[in-house]
């Protein structure tokens, strides 16, 4: 089965700089998506950005971007301009055949004012 | 667009009654709805998937009998804690994915529900 990783239990920034959250995952497949959720204290889960694996351009949502490597299977994700509204959990989720989403252990980001 | 509710968003019972939790998606059709479970500071576990129309399927490990899922239609699926015990006090979040696509759609989550078992 597909295994996701976030070696980062918890990372803090300053705010206004820039943090990078790593993510590495298992997978057998070539077709596949990934995705950065935030979690924030209400535990809404709110989708923060989308990355197909057959796409080699990066994608980017404003302030978040991500570093997609696929043959190293990392997919870290970069919020540039922290805002104290950043504060949250965030889980990299990979798209598993069947459509089930599989999470990682999740990273709680600090942001310190 | 994408929203998606859960109601109630809290919930108290007794030991040994059954609780009914609501996942709608308000702006779009849901083929396929997903039931999750996490504890304080831990990952989402999925725990079943949900087609409209048919039986859900369970992930290995949750009780059929004990974690009742209905999809009866396109915008509404329910999960039902049957003979509750402390134990299943957890927070269940359910999610829907939009219909008419294949494995790309993305999933959209609804706000969460908070079981409390006394």
């Known amino acids: 089965a597909q295994t996701v990783t976030q070696s980062q239990p918890e990372m803090s920034v300053q705010e206004a700089e820039t943090v990078t959250l790593s993510c590495t995952y298992d997978t057998s497949e070539s077709d596949y998506y990934l995705f950065w959720y935030k979690q924030p204290p209400s535990r809404q889960m709110i989708l923060v950005i989308r990355?197909?694996?057959?796409?080699?351009q990066n994608a980017t949502e404003n302030r978040f971007s991500v570093n997609f490597q696929k043959a190293a299977k990392s997919f870290s994700l970069k919020i540039s301009d922290s805002q104290l509204g950043d504060a949250a959990m965030y889980f990299c989720?990979?798209?598993?055949?069947?459509?089930?989403?599989?999470f990682g252990t999740g990273t709680i980001l600090r942001v310190k004012s | 667009g994408a929203v998606v509710s859960q109601h109630p968003s809290r919930v108290i019972c007794k030991s040994g009654t059954s609780v009914k939790i609501e996942c709608r998606s308000l702006d779009f059709q849901a083929t396929t709805m997903f039931w999750y479970r996490q504890f304080p500071k831990q990952s989402l576990m999925l725990m079943a998937t949900s087609n409209e129309g048919s039986k859900a399927t369970y992930e290995q490990g949750v009780e059929k009998d004990k974690f009742l899922i209905n999809h009866a239609s396109l915008t509404l699926s329910t999960l039902t804690v049957t003979s509750a015990h402390p134990e299943d006090s957890s927070f269940y979040i359910c999610?829907?994915?939009?219909?008419?696509?294949?494995?790309?759609?993305?999933?959209?989550f609804g706000p969460g529900t908070r079981l409390t078992v006394l």
């Open positions: 999610s829907a994915r939009q219909a008419g696509g294949g494995r790309t759609d993305t999933q959209y």
């Open positions: 990355q197909e694996a057959y796409k080699q």
């Open positions: 989720a990979y798209l598993e055949y069947g459509n089930k989403l599989v």
